[in-house]
């Protein structure tokens, strides 16, 4: 057992901020890490201490390594939480951590580095009896080799990275002849994103479900699972909605998913918490996908329908203690949804957005948890990830949480950046998502279901709007032209069709 | 007062008129007069030039607007619609111009990012959801497609050049 | 069975935007109503439709019978939601609801009759067997009468108004010299607040805890208590702070409590949410001090801990469904706090504050619920109750659930307008509270326990950091008077202050 | 540069430096002598002349601040301070004015209410405790008691009057 007193926290946004409230209802210090761009940040004011890193760049700032350790001595912080993304699942940093002394809340850098390579982790857990997707047991360059491989496994093939995670650096192939062109793109995306172009290729399942599951390990070799999470939702291989418990999965799946989940952890002596991914097609039979050794960015639906702070968890196993709760003890009541605030046009392919917040307004009352890292006055920028926050709620069935969310949506108010939250709307009222009859390529599969619609009755009250509006918007301008300055030529066209005479 | 105001495009005449504190909109059919009952609007100030809120015929509606060139942005029940709004003289204007046809098709990048490669030149002939370009951001490749079919004018970007949103990257005509 | 379709909520502030919420995840329309001062407000904006009432004072607006009916028929709405406070215990209005064929979500004319009254309420309660605080049966207005109630009852004693509730009109007369003029002001405050300045006496208990129990009573004669509320953290006799459990009340004590609620409920034919309030002494004897017959400010403590939506239940008793739960089903898990963030000076005798929200923050993560009706460019005025919002917290187990709390009301970021927030955090970390060993008269006994302490340290601290910020602050003003009307001659003496040559 | 902070009358002398960006503060004994090391304050800014991030040596401070004549009223992690900041010539006119004493004791209105009754009259010894008056404000009534021993010099306001916030209602010589 060892003391935790000061925790730093090697990230930005809601997460760093989310890691701050737990540490803070624990009575620990925290010390926030912001780059410039990020002085006004919750992160930074939610902290005790805040040191800064460096310019706005990632490679400037959250993922020098030696700067954040530097601050961590500088004011005198035992532990560091990475959060997830940036340096979390970095086997380099971690060790770093470790030589300075200091605990990193999280697993070992040899359980990481385990999982880290998507195909070495394919080879272990194939020796452990979990069952994996059929793919290769290589990285592969040699192009004759990438044409055979695809033939062995049969078209369509996902060449994913195998540093991979979050979306980036993958890319399916249904045919032979665009198969090098998108491996080539495939590569070198993930060697932008992680340092490695090395890539594989695995068999692309038909109206699969990405369903995970919540594992947790402590140091004294106890391993628990805390239930799955389904993220089947998702464009551009990201997730946008997930929700627990899963709509497909009975009691009976759940215990075997479960078991291997444990399994796969136990046979990397995994600590901390962690995340079995695993695809289930439509004969429900599993396979596992990968494993993300840190905290999940959907972690909060396991932790309304368990009750358990996912985070405090970290902390107290990071410090030694055993796991608060046995298996049999876990229980889960209602149902969580949890929906991914994006800086994006989702009407435009989902095309990311940038911009500066101007109003910022959050849902509120029973059963809403809002995990942000926004706030009024930030510029959204291509620097950082488009995530912006996360929309959590819990009710005591799926038909009231999925209400609960579709409220809580559209209470949100985001002026001066586009987010994807009608989008989101839109997906919860649809056929499939209602039904529960749902898999990861509902949404581009079939963008129409979830594109806008405008009714004639609503095309005339929005040019009554917009008249209103516009007359509304002029008169103030000539209002308080007088005490302002001169304003940009930019809009000097829309002011010119209001010019006297302009209307009649 | 008599406005224009075009939906995607789609024209709308209306005529605004002060009902006590707030406004009254009639619809106009084709000859100028009125179709329909109008409309009451009631416009509150959340944030000045930014956000309101509206009571449409007693309908609680949330407007979050932003003024882009002649354009309004407007974000109505998470719908966002781009809406001109114009008088008789601008409308007229406008008019003539769509007559005269738009000849070149500017591709703009959507989104600030870095160009990593573009795959058309000047002269190639393009399809409807041909890939031009791809752009970085935020960590994603983003495919930019052709929207309409046609011949590549000018390519006026190339691979590594950092673009911002609203830059031309490249015409079709 | 009657079916809703359209419920009009004849309130406003965060109860308003409460049941809309509810009203939507129930597919049900709402139609808000609004005096002129509240024409932005967040219930407003949230329902469906919205109808002016008039201007800002209450008898011209909220307490409006007639105007509100006018609304429901002209909005076709078919059920109408009274909140608390206002005309939610007015038997006249429910009856005239009632008699334009309307449903009104609450109870009966005569149940309310039956408890509205206080002295009558007694009576009855001792006639079912409830146990009730020594006083008078009647109300009181001979001063001969007056001063031998007293001696027979014992002093100290309180003074309550008959028709009371929120605090209003109450006294504790600790000598007979005091007695009259303080019945005349209760009376007075009573006549004022209530239209009714009947008054009568009641024995005051000393330490006494003040606790109460949440009923619902269906159409088909089923009634259940919800658990316990601890409610005791009060000043002027108003509530601040509620917690559930109480730290008092232990499982057999909790029954009885809940035995003798649902007894009284059961003696009036009682329908819809009801509180049963009851005083609790340091022997654990317990008294029937009222009941409200309305929603509770403090539901949400019972909502967070039970996991039932309080006010769903009120709208499908009131449509006639029987209560979804039996009294076995139900259960409670955790410990939920509930802060009262009021428009006070907490160091300043607890007088209400005035002003314009300039800015606003709420907190959030896990286990955070904020139901506010409050919102940048809000003018706080004298008109409506200083309630400005409720914010409360569930965990695991009490020591958890302060701990969240106290990190959540450091999140809260209310300027212009002064609150209690920082008192509020100062309590939860206060000898009695945090032992749980604190009664009604904890706050005002011992008021220097809970007085804001500043160490020199600080005092250094706070001078530097007003040196800093002034000159920042002159300096903007120097860059921004260019461009800006002239300041208001208010802050003349400031600017002079700093003006050429005033520093060295 | 030098300024004078009043803390609840309390006086601290301290120089302000600037330090990049931010500003280095440091405290000055009575001989105008550095006293301890520098403060480091960088000042981010949330919301222009109400609400600030504040780094004190590194540690995250929110700052709210209203300006109220000459004076600085601060919200700091909860505390609410009033606070004067002065340069030389005003702490020098300030303390000549302290010197001299201020007589009357003004009893003001603490919000905008209506006086429901006024307990004293001209010429009343009063002692501190002792109730001077009722407002009525947010429906409740709000008995204001002496601050001071004294003697009621004027009163100002009398029942049934609606009082603003600072309001004069009545002095205590």
């Not at chain 1, 290589?138 to 540093?163: N, Q, Y």
């Not at chain 2, 509150?44 to 607007?65: F, K, P, W």
Request: negative net charge; charged residues 25%; contains cysteine.
């Amino acid at each position: 057992m060892r003391e935790l007193k000061k925790v730093l926290i090697a990230n930005r946004g809601e997460i760093a901020l989310r890691v701050i409230r737990t540490c803070r209802e624990m009575g620990l210090r925290t010390v926030a890490v912001f780059s410039d761009a990020d002085r006004n940040a919750p992160h930074v004011r939610a902290a005790y201490q805040a040191v800064r890193l460096g310019p706005a760049p990632v490679g400037e700032s959250y993922l020098r390594a030696d700067k954040i350790l530097e601050a961590a001595k500088a004011t005198g912080a035992d532990a560091i939480h990475p959060g997830f993304g940036f340096l979390s699942e970095n086997t380099t940093f971690v060790q770093a951590v470790r030589d300075a002394g200091l605990i990193f809340v999280g697993p070992s850098p040899e359980a990481i580095l385990a999982m880290g390579d998507k195909i070495e982790a394919r080879r272990r857990m194939v020796a452990a009896g979990v069952p994996v997707v059929p793919g290769m047991e290589d990285p592969v360059t040699d192009p004759e080799l990438l044409r055979s491989e695809a033939e062995r496994i049969g078209l369509p093939v996902m060449i994913k990275a195998s540093a991979g995670g979050g979306g980036k650096g993958i890319r399916i192939a249904r045919t032979m002849d665009e198969l090098q062109s998108l491996a080539d793109r495939a590569s070198s995306e993930a060697a932008a994103a992680f340092g490695n172009g090395a890539i594989y290729l695995e068999k692309y399942l038909e109206e699969p479900r990405h369903i995970e599951v919540q594992i947790f390990g402590d140091s004294h070799g106890n391993v628990v699972h805390i239930g799955e999470r389904e993220c089947s939702i998702q464009r551009r291989h990201q997730k946008v909605i997930e929700e627990r418990p899963s709509p497909l999965i009975d009691d009976e799946l759940r215990e075997k998913m479960g078991a291997a989940a444990v399994k796969a952890a136990k046979a990397i002596n995994y600590e901390n918490a962690g995340t079995l991914e695993f695809l289930v097609d439509k004969h429900r039979d599993f396979y596992m996908l990968e494993m993300n050794t840190r905290l999940q960015v959907e972690h909060p639906i396991t932790e309304a329908t368990s009750g358990i702070d996912l985070v405090r968890w970290q902390l107290d196993v990071a410090a030694g203690k055993p796991l608060p709760m046995t298996q049999d003890e876990i229980k889960h009541e209602g149902h969580a949804i949890e929906c991914r605030l994006y800086a994006e046009d989702a009407d435009n392919g989902f095309l990311p957005a940038v911009g500066t917040v101007k109003r910022l307004e959050w849902p509120g009352g029973n059963g809403v948890r809002i995990d942000s890292g926004l706030y009024e006055g930030m510029a959204v920028t291509p620097h950082y990830d488009p995530m912006l926050a996360k929309i959590i709620v819990h009710a005591h069935d799926r038909d009231a949480a999925i209400a609960r969310m579709s409220r809580a949506l559209s209470e949100v108010q985001v002026t001066g950046v586009v987010t994807n939250a009608a989008f989101m709307r839109r997906v919860l009222h649809s056929e499939p998502f209602q039904s529960g009859r749902y898999d990861t390529h509902t949404i581009e599969g079939h963008p129409e279901d979830f594109a806008p619609k405008l009714s004639d009755a609503r095309r005339r009250d929005i040019a009554c709007i917009a008249a209103a509006m516009a007359h509304t918007l002029r008169s103030r301008r000539g209002f308080t032209a007088r005490d302002s300055a001169p304003r940009s030529s930019r809009s000097s066209a829309w002011v010119d069709a209001f010019r006297p005479g302009a209307a009649s | 007062m008599k406005y224009h105001v075009l939906i995607d495009g789609e024209h709308h005449a209306v005529t605004l008129a002060a009902d006590g504190s707030a406004w009254s909109v009639t619809m106009l059919d084709d000859d100028g007069a009125p179709s329909g009952k109008p409309v009451h609007i009631d416009i509150g100030t959340l944030r000045e030039a930014h956000a309101y809120s509206l009571l449409v015929n007693q309908r609680s509606i949330d407007v979050a607007v932003e003024e882009q060139g002649s354009s309004l942005s407007m974000v109505i029940g998470g719908g966002r619609y781009k809406v001109d709004v114009l008088g008789e003289r601008e409308y007229l204007a406008h008019s003539i111009k769509a007559e005269q046809g738009d000849g070149d098709k500017t591709v703009e990048a959507a989104m600030t990012g870095i160009v990593v490669d573009v795959l058309v030149a000047e002269g190639d002939a393009v399809t409807k959801g041909q890939t031009l370009f791809i752009l970085e951001a935020m960590k994603m490749e983003n495919e930019v497609k052709a929207s309409v079919d046609g011949v590549v004018a000018r390519v006026a970007r190339s691979a590594g050049e950092t673009v911002n949103l609203g830059d031309v990257v490249l015409e079709i005509e």
